[in-house]
């Protein structure tokens, strides 16, 4: 199964700007689902952020297009 057919949702026009994280919590979750991503698979990693409450959103972004994820504070 492929996972864009996991979140149901048209692909999003990307755009390079980002906002700044103003959720610390969800930050969190979505950086654990990248480690999810990294470790077992992305429809692992996806169930996990839908099962947070994360937006469909961000996580095709952050699991669909790594280079659109945010970088890092420095």
Do not use: W
């Not at 996806?46 to 659109?68: C, F, G, Q, T, W």
């Amino acid at each position: 199964m492929e996972a864009h057919a996991v979140l149901e949702r048209p692909a999003p026009v990307m755009q390079s700007s980002h906002q700044p994280r103003s959720d610390a919590h969800c930050s969190e979750i979505v950086n654990k689902g990248i480690a999810v991503q990294d470790c077992f698979s992305t429809l692992c990693a996806i169930e996990y952020m839908k099962s947070n409450n994360v937006r469909a959103e961000v996580i095709e972004r952050v699991l669909l297009h790594p280079d659109l994820r945010r970088r890092p504070p420095h």
